[in-house]
């Protein structure tokens, strides 16, 4: 295997062990580089066009890509579903093709369905990133999550072999949990979900993790506690008898934390229900709790991202 | 890239040609150590500035040799012009390599930029724009081990290790130590031409 990368990202794996560390590497040189420097701009993708697409709302995702985008010296186009013609009712097809037709390098997008890009990948010439599709994945949040866990627990460097990490909650609606069930796999991590019945998805015991439905049995030898926010927006059912019984079986609190590992590393990707999945006093525990500095990532990630897709168009990167 | 055809005129196209042994590569060091002193007046407010992965290593000799030689430290960095290059549309991924800040900083100081060839100029040329967004040094020089000749830009080095003349499909070699395992610099070719390292 070697480092190679197609001309998307839309999954977490299409990311092989090598090209996720040269991601990383790159990530963390472009960190390096960019803290303390007095112009925080790099030249790289001067005169491309990079298009960030979102059919939902995004506060955290949307700007990173943005920041990324112009730290690389990009132009960026903003195209939100509300306020443009899809409120009329432009197919997806259609807004692709007239993105294509303005010429753009890179369409970062984000759809409430699941496979909505690799649709668009298959009408356009340029790249496509995920920035998260339906239930389905969100491949940079993984790459983010994996960059902070090195980062923190590895001295920022290789992979993350021998790493247990434990996500806990809505996994059933979480692109976010399954871009990093892969990730952490491809890097050598183990993973460990835990979450009620009714929020894992059918199939999850072909996942290459372990499933659990008790917390307080999986927290012990946990290096990394992932929350995943309860995404009410997309229950149609009711998955559990109240908040309150979710938040005292399955929320993360001083008292949970307590039981885990001195080096223990919180994280969730927001944006966060305080006093539901994760209590406002471990959201903001400033030794355990990473979660503003995994925003902080993104932007150096997403950075890597766009330049690895963006350079060597038409050349093979065997 | 397929190698490309040449009249096989010359005899032994193959075989690498030391141009600099590991004995030669020490004396220019000392010589250019030595003119560095001379020319910026005792290396006061000089930053070594070493472009990745040769130049660094290369940088760091000379620095060394300037502190044995005079009893001066200079400022000694690195930097990585990957990300300023004009050739990354067309090239495959490249991955970073780092770029270290003196303490200090660039402003008002005397630059020498150490690279291991010199050969178009475009690495040059990206590594003058990299500085410029690092800070604003009173004046930057260029250090290079072997001038190869075939410029593409108006630049020029201020220091040179060896003047190389060469053909344009001829392939200059540098090892070092510290990555290579020993010192030479060798001449490959006409065989193939390739892109990359060395220019």
Redesign the interface.
């Known amino acids: 295997m070697s480092?190679s990368?197609g001309r998307h990202l839309l999954s977490s794996q299409d990311l092989n062990n090598e090209t996720a560390v040269?991601l990383l590497?790159?990530a963390a040189?472009?960190d390096?580089?960019m803290t303390?420097?007095?112009?925080k701009?790099?030249?790289?993708l001067r005169g491309r066009t990079v298009v960030n697409l979102f059919y939902e709302d995004s506060t955290r995702t949307r700007t990173s890509f943005e920041l990324a985008a112009k730290r690389?010296s990009a132009d960026v186009v903003n195209f939100s579903a509300k306020g443009s013609s899809v409120s009329k009712g432009e197919s997806l097809k259609d807004t692709a093709l007239t993105l294509q037709a303005m010429g753009s390098d890179a369409v970062v997008i984000r759809h409430h369905l699941s496979g909505a890009p690799r649709r668009l990948a298959t009408w356009i010439e340029g790249s496509v990133i995920n920035a998260g599709d339906g239930t389905h994945e969100h491949p940079t949040q993984a790459l983010l999550d994996a960059f902070t866990m090195r980062r923190r627990l590895r001295d920022g460097e290789g992979d993350l072999k021998g790493l247990r990490v434990v996500v806990v909650g809505d996994v059933l609606h979480s692109r976010v949990a399954r871009s990093n069930v892969r990730l952490l796999r491809t890097l050598g991590a183990e993973v460990v979900l835990v979450a009620p019945p009714t929020l894992l998805p059918v199939g999850v015991a072909e996942w290459p993790c372990e499933v659990s439905y008790d917390l307080d049995s999986a927290l012990p030898g946990a290096d990394v506690v992932m929350m995943l926010r309860v995404q009410r927006e997309r229950m149609t059912a009711s998955y559990f008898p109240s908040a309150r019984e979710y938040s005292r079986r399955y929320g993360l609190d001083a008292a949970r934390l307590a039981k885990c590992e001195e080096h223990t590393l919180v994280m969730h990707p927001g944006p966060m229900n305080r006093g539901m999945e994760i209590s406002a006093e471990v959201a903001d525990d400033p030794r355990r709790s990473v979660i503003t500095e995994q925003v902080t990532n993104g932007v150096s990630v997403r950075m890597a991202v766009l330049?690895?897709l963006l350079?060597?168009?038409?050349?093979?990167?065997? | 890239m397929p190698a490309q055809s040449h009249s096989a005129s010359q005899i032994d196209l193959q075989a690498p040609k030391t141009v600099l042994s590991a004995e030669d590569m020490a004396r220019v060091l000392d010589r250019i150590a030595h003119q560095i002193l001379e020319k910026t007046r005792g290396g006061d407010g000089v930053v070594l500035m070493g472009i990745p992965t040769r130049g660094t290593f290369l940088a760091q000799r000379l620095a060394d040799r300037v502190a044995t030689f005079a009893g001066v430290r200079v400022g000694l960095g690195a930097i990585d012009i990957t990300m300023y290059r004009d050739d990354l549309r067309s090239q495959a991924f490249r991955p970073l390599a780092e770029t270290r800040e003196p303490a200090g900083g660039l402003d008002g100081k005397l630059v020498i930029l150490v690279d291991d060839v010199l050969f178009s100029g475009r690495t040059v040329r990206a590594a003058l724009d990299a500085i410029a967004d690092l800070g604003r040094p009173r004046a930057v020089q260029l250090a290079v081990l072997v001038d190869r000749g075939h410029r593409e830009l108006p630049i020029r080095a201020d220091y040179v290790g060896k003047n190389l003349p060469t053909s344009v499909q001829q392939q200059v070699k540098v090892r070092m130590l510290e990555r290579d395992g020993s010192d030479a610099v060798t001449i490959v070719g006409p065989a193939e031409f390739e892109e990359g390292h060395g220019e």
Do not use: F, H
């Open positions: 480092v990368i040269a590497d790159t040189r472009l390096a580089a303390g420097r007095e112009v701009k790099l030249p790289t690389l330049y690895m350079s060597g168009e038409g050349v093979a990167n065997e």
